[in-house]
């Protein structure tokens, strides 16, 4: 798979819900701030939600990986990027890189995801002309912009 995308970043704070008796973040928040900076980054490359649905796809994670690094705890902010590399089958990538407020990596989680055709309920052939199709700026996707 190739990488092309510019990534895209977000800055979370910790919230009280995200940490664990210890005072440091449950392994759950983790993917939470993943899935949070990947729908901000559809978001902002012009997606929209209710009309992926109405032409009848969906996203779906079929593999997930959290590699933990250094520990988030109460009062820290935590910067997540989001990098796509899309391949040339049913699957693409979606790479996160969590980094601390002091600038070290607490952890990295990494998906592999398709499109889901909502009716047959099998992975569309071709998600990155989906997903380039129905975003204003497809390069936060990691994927060629249209020309102008």
Same mark, same amino acid.
């Given at each position: 798979?190739?990488?092309? /995308?510019?990534?895209?970043?977000?800055?979370?704070?910790?919230?009280?819900? !995200?940490?664990?008796? *210890?005072? #440091? =973040?449950?392994?759950?928040?983790?993917? *939470?701030?993943?899935? #949070?900076?990947?729908?901000?980054?559809?978001?902002?490359?012009?997606?929209?939600?209710? !009309?992926?649905?109405?032409?009848? @796809?969906?996203?779906?994670?079929?593999?997930?990986?959290?590699?933990?690094?250094?520990?988030?705890?109460?009062?820290?902010? =935590?910067? =997540?990027?989001?990098?796509?590399?899309?391949? *040339?089958?049913?699957?693409?990538?979606?790479? #996160?890189?969590?980094?601390?407020? !002091?600038?070290?990596?607490?952890?990295? @989680?990494?998906? =592999?995801?398709?499109?889901?055709?909502?009716?047959?309920?099998?992975?569309?052939? !071709?998600?990155?002309?989906?997903?380039?199709? #129905?975003?204003?700026?497809?390069?936060?996707?990691?994927?060629? /912009?249209?020309?102008?």
């Amino acid at each position: 798979m190739t990488e092309t /995308s510019v990534p895209f970043r977000v800055r979370i704070p910790i919230r009280v819900s !995200d940490l664990d008796p *210890q005072l #440091h =973040v449950t392994g759950s928040a983790y993917q *939470q701030f993943a899935d #949070h900076a990947r729908f901000a980054c559809v978001t902002e490359a012009g997606v929209s939600v209710p !009309d992926f649905l109405a032409a009848g @796809v969906g996203p779906v994670n079929l593999e997930l990986n959290v590699r933990y690094l250094r520990e988030l705890r109460a009062n820290d902010t =935590v910067e =997540v990027d989001c990098r796509w590399e899309w391949g *040339q089958g049913k699957t693409y990538r979606v790479e #996160h890189t969590l980094t601390r407020g !002091d600038g070290e990596v607490a952890a990295t @989680v990494s998906y =592999v995801s398709g499109l889901l055709d909502l009716r047959t309920r099998k992975l569309v052939a !071709d998600p990155a002309r989906v997903w380039a199709d #129905h975003a204003g700026d497809p390069a936060l996707l990691g994927l060629p /912009s249209r020309p102008a």
